[in-house]
């Protein structure tokens, strides 16, 4: 049997993906076979068709499943290959006279998937520590770049929020002819940089180092899942999988500091390293469950208070499974 796996492309899985990182021990290796996809078309194609056996995940859209009372077809893995602050990711119309996340109250906030865990990390976030209610603006949902008539994948809108259903024109292009005032969104609209879009926070780094270390947390927007039916039928895959990919970041971060060809198209590769480093700890990019506890519980609550779930999940439940022992151990 070959272990299918589906991930993103990024630096942080492409030591399995290359053949650096082997699933298993020397004396019994797992055969893998691995395709990474970009993110989008990855999640629309998996959440439609489960075509790989252990994938990349939108870690809301898999606790919605859990809520929904479905056989959820997977086992969560404290694997969070995806990671970003995401206040750098509020763009508004320049002339829109947005100054602060406050000034966002009764005005009309794009996004482009509802459930995202970017717009679930920005409502809580801009609750919590900059006094905008999370039912206070008004969301208009749709493509990103491009008219989008349906969704990416079925949403449920609770009825404290007030939603608009755009499908007629693309997000970013709402954005800078003023038809709508902001945007939450994981990727940065076309439009921007210009005179007409700029970012509620123009020194965005300060606001989410403050967030750091404040909170501690570094949020995640994806998990790792492994099929039920082969991790019931081979748990041992479970502590093999974390493993490789826990050694297969290891190995991204020793690509980042060897600077004999420089792996991205940073000028500055080793130094921008060492100073999240210097800022954030030893580990920024913690993985397994304990250093994980916090943020997974305050993402757990932040759904709740969307109301995208109504159970009161623990941490715990997320992972629950083959090989649970192992995996709230980690």
């Known amino acids: 049997m070959t272990l299918t796996i589906g991930l993103s492309r990024m630096d942080r899985v492409r030591p399995l993906a290359d053949g650096r990182v082997r699933v298993g021990s020397p004396d019994a290796p797992v055969d893998v076979e691995v395709s990474l996809l970009p993110t989008q078309a990855l999640f629309n194609q998996q959440l439609v068709e489960h075509t790989f056996d252990c994938v990349e995940l939108p870690i809301a859209t898999f606790v919605r499943l859990m809520e929904e009372g479905q056989d959820n077809p997977y086992v969560a893995l404290p694997v969070f290959p995806s990671r970003h602050f995401r206040l750098s990711c509020v763009f508004v119309n320049a002339d829109a006279g947005i100054a602060s996340p406050a000034d966002l109250a009764g005005r009309r906030v794009g996004v482009p998937v509802f459930d995202m865990a970017a717009a679930v990390w920005l409502r809580g976030i801009l609750q919590d520590h900059y006094g905008l209610d999370r039912v206070a603006p008004v969301y ?39 038809e709508i005032d902001a945007l939450y969104t994981a990727r940065a609209p076309s439009t921007w940089p210009s005179g007409r879009v700029a970012r509620l926070f123009e020194r965005p780094q300060e606001e989410e180092l403050r967030y750091f270390r404040k909170t501690g947390i570094f949020p995640p927007m994806h998990l790792v899942g492994l099929k039920r039916h082969v991790a019931e039928a081979s748990p041992e895959l479970i502590p093999q999988l974390y493993r490789a990919f826990r050694d297969a970041q290891d190995l991204a971060r020793a690509d980042l500091w060897d600077s004999t060809a420089l792996s991205t198209m940073l000028p500055w590769q080793l130094e921008s390293l060492r100073e999240s480093e210097a800022l954030m700890g030893a580990d920024p990019w913690p993985m397994g469950f304990a250093g994980n506890r916090h943020t997974v519980a305050t993402l757990l609550e932040y759904l709740r208070r969307d109301r995208l779930i109504e159970r009161d999940f623990s941490p715990e439940e997320v992972f629950a499974g083959p090989a649970q022992d192992f995996l709230v151990a980690t």
């Open 140 to 178: 208009v949902t749709g493509g990103l770049e491009q008219a989008r008539a349906g969704e990416e994948h079925p949403q449920f809108y609770p009825p404290q929020f007030t939603v608009e259903r755009r499908g007629d024109a693309s997000l970013a292009k709402l954005l800078a002819d003023g």
